[in-house]
């Protein structure tokens, strides 16, 4: 069963005023989703670099980022035929641009194959956000599996990269309106984006 970030698409969609996409292939018997909550999980953000970006790191998600502002969390768990998983979702929003920072925590008992599970990722945030893949590649980044791609709507553009680290597969996005893209933010964001297993 491919998984997805859920909540990612979710709170996306609300953030660029347009309706959310519910998670694919869920199984029938799977309850309907509960509202998403913001749960605090222990974060550390420290002063900001030269030019204003926030030093951002979650304990719990084992990862330290470059971002505009200190971003928004939501956690959302969701019961399905595998076991339960968790969603774990960072958001900011800066003139126009929204920064997301996401992971799912499985259930110990699912097994996936990994590269299915970071084409599926990719694949359905495409569908979800109702984009046209334009650019996709696989690479390894510190040693990790990723697919990084680039998707596009009528009116936005979105930059992306897939990680699965260990059992857990993290997304990072930038979206920004077409035609406004600045690629210094962008390899900032992503360039900045450490994690450990």
Known sequence: MKRFLA???VTLWLSLAASAQEH??????????????????PV?????????????A??????????????????ETVPSDHGPYTTHLFITREQGTV???GWVDYDPSFNF????????????FVKGVKATLTSTQSMRVDGYPVIEFTADTIERTFHSRVY????RPYQIVIGYPKGQSEMAPIAKFFNSFKVSP
């Not at 699965?164 to 059992?167: C, E, L, S």
Request: aromatic share 6%; hydrophobic share 30%; charged share 25%.
């Open 58 to 75: 979650s304990e719990l998600g084992r990862f330290s980022i470059l971002i505009p502002k200190i971003p928004e969390e939501t956690k």
């Open 7 to 9: 909540i990612l698409l």
């Open 99 to 101: 920064y997301l920072i």
């Open 164 to 167: 699965m680290v260990g059992r």
């Open 113 to 124: 194959n990994r590269q299915k599970e970071l084409e599926a990722n990719r694949d359905n």
């Open 44 to 56: 550390r953000a420290t002063g900001p670099d030269p030019e204003g970006w926030a030093h951002f």
């Open 24 to 41: 694919t292939k869920r199984p029938p018997t799977t309850p309907a989703r509960p509202a998403p909550t913001t749960m605090p999980t």
